[in-house]
């Protein structure tokens, strides 16, 4: 966003998401929202990863658990379905990876430098419960 | 649908029914308070409206000031017409705050009852608190009797929710002097005060879900300054509409007032400029040393932020000596008003002999003796050309004479 | 201007008197001021309530007041109290007593050659209100010395003052200021 001068900043500092007025906005999708410069959506954070979650859809239940958790609202969901990892916005911190409760994981933390699809090739397969001695 | 209340044509109202009424005429949607003396009765009158079902709106009681004035932001912020009064510690306590309304932009209206600030403790009225927050953004507009409570109450919702000001608003009684003591007062009927003021219209509300916004956003050095420097600007250009609005009043009551009050200017070869009820009593000495010969006149801030330093220049352009009266205890420094007035008047071509008078501190009584006395100091002054007084001295102080900057003797 | 000083107990209704008295005068036109001395005293403690009435509007912010008539509700702040500060030759008291004239001002010298008027406040409050209010009796009193109204147009008056009081209060508080015009001497 450009350094604009005081003649040009908004009052109070009031920051709003959207350029025009949102209808139903719960029913309009990220991609479809007219989202304003002074929205955090307009700025990116994905130049901050340094490792990234590849998420698996084989595996995945939708249970929602990676959308709920996520700090920065990376996760694309909807109609209750994973989409997969908005990565504009995606800072890599790995609580997705972390909260996925699925055996194998259905999100994996990769090196940032990571092709998808040799991660989902070599996915891993599911652990066997170690039997107690 | 609130009940109409019908008021006489001259009530007998002190200072504090004066301005709960005109919030009840202002059909306040929210107050948010903690009721302190003197200002309680400002509150417990609008509670008793809402109670009886004179006002449509709603009565918080906080645990403190300082959540008072959370609670005015939150509601303004919703889009509502909020107001709150407080004084002395209560309004100490509210400084955080006072900043957050102003710095968001919220029209929020604060009646101060002013009051001496502890220690030690005292209920009774100077003007502490009112120098306390002379510098949280807020538009301060002063009052010197009950009628001008009334009348600066009215107009400060108009002044602070106007599109191009959008800023809160004090309107600043004396406390006990004024807020207690009850004088002749012509109201507005409710439906001409109501008209005046007009409805609420909420800007960037809270509540619009179909334009949310965000109120409080992190600003570091790379944006505050801008936004500060807007803000100030805002308060700065708020004057014309403070003018038009006072001009409009005056079409309405006949009742004219202007961002600087000046009495018995015209031909006044020296001024006392003071605040509050004390300019009143300054006019009654003024009248008894005239009878004497003392041309005496009287300069008022009536609005006291944006501070009208043109406007003051301009009044006291004629004099030959200035005594400026501050009801704060300065802490360590010529009194607040002395130091801004004087600034005012250091453009002009004339050089006034200017001497500042710490007075009244703790409602300490301000007699029309001791004006008097003030008076024939400063007309000392005008006929000596200098200083004949050290610069600051203390009047109304019981003990040996106290007083700071002897630079006559000095020199 | 008239300049009025009450010395009251908090408690004994001097503000409420005072400002009852203004919202009388108020309504005729002239200007009137009410105002008291507040401290953080509490019910019982020794108070001052004081009333300016002009025909022009009131300036006068200050305490100080050299009063031309000075009320005492009651009967110990005569005693107690300096009734008499800051007062002028012909400064009128009327005092709520227990005793006659005579006997108080044997019992304070320093009224005596003073234009003093006495009646007693509490007992005509305790016998017609049923409570020691001897606030309304001692306006009645004051109609009776200054004359400032006739007493059927002050009676009159005041009912609009307690309006918000029941029908039977209002009615005793008549008694009481009729009472109060008749017996003060």
């Known amino acids: 966003m450009a350094n604009v001068g005081w003649d040009e900043v908004n009052d109070a500092a009031l920051l709003n998401p959207f350029e025009n007025s949102m209808q139903d906005l719960v029913n309009t999708a990220q991609s479809d929202r007219d989202y304003s410069l002074f929205s955090s959506f307009s700025a990116s954070t994905a130049s901050w990863r340094v490792v990234k979650p590849i998420y698996n859809s084989d595996v995945c239940i939708h249970c929602q658990n990676c959308w709920v958790y996520c700090p920065d609202s990376a996760i694309l969901s909807e109609e209750k379905k994973m989409q997969g990892i908005d990565y504009d916005h995606c800072k890599g911190c790995g609580i997705c990876a972390d909260v996925c409760p699925t055996n194998p994981k259905s999100l994996i933390m990769y090196e940032e430098a990571t092709v998808e699809d040799s991660a989902l090739a070599s996915w891993p397969e599911k652990k066997k419960k170690e039997k107690k001695a | ?411 | 201007m008239l300049e009025i000083r009450w010395h009251s107990r908090a408690g004994q209704g001097a503000v409420t008197g005072a400002k009852g008295l203004g919202d009388i005068v108020s309504d005729t036109g002239k200007q009137v001021q009410a105002f008291a001395f507040y401290g953080s005293a509490k019910r019982g403690a020794a108070m001052s309530a004081y009333n300016r009435i002009d025909d022009k509007p009131i300036l006068n912010h200050e305490k100080f007041m050299i009063p031309d008539y000075v009320l005492v509700l009651d009967p110990a702040l005569a005693f107690i109290g300096n009734i008499t500060a800051n007062e002028k030759e012909d400064t009128k008291y009327i005092i709520t007593t227990h005793l006659s004239k005579k006997e108080l001002l044997e019992k304070l010298p320093n009224l005596d050659e003073k234009r003093v008027y006495t009646l007693d406040c509490m007992k005509i409050s305790q016998e017609t209100i049923g409570r020691a209010i001897p606030n309304t009796p001692m306006l009645g009193a004051l109609m009776k010395v200054s004359g400032m109204f006739e007493i059927d147009y002050f009676k009159n008056a005041i009912i609009k003052v307690l309006s918000k009081f029941p029908q039977k209060i209002v009615d005793a508080n008549l008694k009481a200021i009729q009472r109060a015009y008749e017996e003060v001497v």
């Not at chain 2, 003007?127 to 301060?140: C, P, T, V």
């Not at chain 2, 009334?150 to 009684?173: A, C, W």
């Open chain 2, 1 to 411: 649908m609130s009940k109409e209340y019908v008021l006489k044509e001259v009530e007998f109202w002190d200072g504090a029914m004066a301005s709960s009424q005109a919030l009840r005429q202002a059909e306040v949607d929210i107050m948010a308070a903690y009721p302190i003396t003197p200002s309680t009765p400002i509150i417990q009158n609008y509670a008793d409206y809402l109670s009886n079902g004179y006002v449509d709106g709603e009565y918080i009681r906080t645990e403190s000031e300082h959540a008072a004035m959370s609670a005015c932001v939150a509601a303004s912020a919703a889009g509502a017409r909020v107001t709150t009064a407080t004084s002395s510690q209560g309004f100490a306590l509210m400084i955080e705050v006072l900043y957050q309304a102003s710095g968001m932009r919220l029209p929020v209206v604060l009646n101060v009852a002013n009051r001496a600030l502890a220690a030690p403790l005292n209920v009774n009225g100077d003007h502490s608190d009112l120098y306390l927050g002379r510098d949280a953004g807020w538009i301060n507009l002063c009052t010197f009797n009950q009628q001008e409570v009334y009348d600066m109450t009215l107009m400060s919702f108009k002044i602070g929710e106007h599109k191009n000001v959008r800023l809160p608003v004090m309107v600043h009684q004396d406390g006990f002097i004024c807020s207690h003591t009850a004088q002749n007062v012509a109201p507005l009927q409710d439906d001409v005060a109501r008209k005046f003021v007009g409805d609420f219209e909420a800007v960037d509300s809270l509540l619009d879900f179909a334009r949310p916004v965000t109120y409080g956003a992190q600003t570091e050095e790379d944006w505050h300054f801008e936004h500060k420097a807007k803000q100030h600007k805002a308060i700065m250009d708020s004057i014309n509409v403070i003018e038009d609005t006072f001009e409009e009043f005056e079409k309405l009551t006949g009742r004219k007032y202007n961002a600087v009050e000046s009495y018995m200017m015209e031909d006044a070869e020296i001024a006392i400029v003071a605040l509050g009820t004390t300019i009143e009593s300054s006019i009654e000495a003024a009248r008894q040393l005239r009878e004497e010969g003392i041309k005496v006149g009287i300069v008022a801030p009536r609005v006291f932020r944006p501070f009208p330093y043109d406007k003051i220049a301009d009044a006291l352009k004629n004099v030959k000596a200035i005594g400026i009266l501050d009801r704060s205890s300065p802490g360590g420094a010529l009194g607040m008003l002395f130091n801004e007035v004087t600034a005012a008047i250091y453009t002009n071509d004339t050089k006034p002999v200017i001497n500042n008078y710490i007075y009244g501190l703790g409602g300490r009584d301000t007699t029309i003796a001791d004006l008097k006395q003030i008076a024939k100091e400063i007309q000392a002054n005008a006929d000596a050309g200098k200083l004949t007084t050290p610069v600051q001295q203390f009047s109304g102080l019981r003990g040996p004479k106290l007083s700071f900057f002897d630079m006559e003797s000095s020199k």
